[in-house]
């Protein structure tokens, strides 16, 4: 089986008990919005650029609260991700927004309720539980999604 590495930052928005979250074209399910670095460029600045292009909105990138080793098989590759999870903070229209409009073709982004995560197809599944209880300090976070 073909194997892949993946280095990709992402951030959790959080707005009252909700939090959003993205779907690419394609996928049955969904995941914390962001995307990969460019070489040499830093996390939070890799994050805050990846939301400008995708939600055409300036964020304020916070906290480290997650680095996460995720292993999981995708589209029949197992992938070996190296994930850094931010604390994100979305301009005020966005966070009252139902959903927030995509740029993207096929790229959806939806506000979900924290308390009714729990049958939704979240990867990595880790964040399911672990979004309602966000850490003080960062922790370092090892994942297996079958």
């Known amino acids: 089986m073909p194997a892949r590495f993946n280095y990709r930052v992402a951030g959790i928005a959080c707005a009252g008990e909700r939090v959003l979250l993205e779907r690419g074209p394609g996928d049955d399910f969904w995941v914390l919005p962001g995307g990969h670095p460019e070489l040499g460029e830093p996390a939070a600045a ?3 650029r990846e939301m400008s292009e995708e939600l055409g909105a300036v964020v ?3 906290r480290l609260l997650f680095t996460v080793e995720n292993f999981y ?7 070996h991700e190296l994930a850094l999870y931010f604390l994100m903070v979305l301009p ?4 009252k927004a139902d959903e927030v ?5 096929g790229q ?3 506000w979900h309720r924290l308390d009714e995560l729990g049958p ?3 990867l990595p599944s880790f964040l399911r539980t672990r979004l ?9 976070v090892v994942h297996h999604d079958g």
């Open 46 to 48: 890799a994050l805050a």
């Open 101 to 105: 409009p995509a740029r993207e073709p």
């Open 108 to 110: 959806e982004f939806r």
């Open 92 to 95: 005020a229209q966005l966070e």
């Open 73 to 79: 098989q995708h589209r029949g590759t197992a992938h």
């Open 132 to 140: 309602r209880t966000l850490p003080d300090v960062t922790e370092h």
């Open 60 to 62: 304020q990138v916070g």
């Open 120 to 122: 939704t197809r979240l």
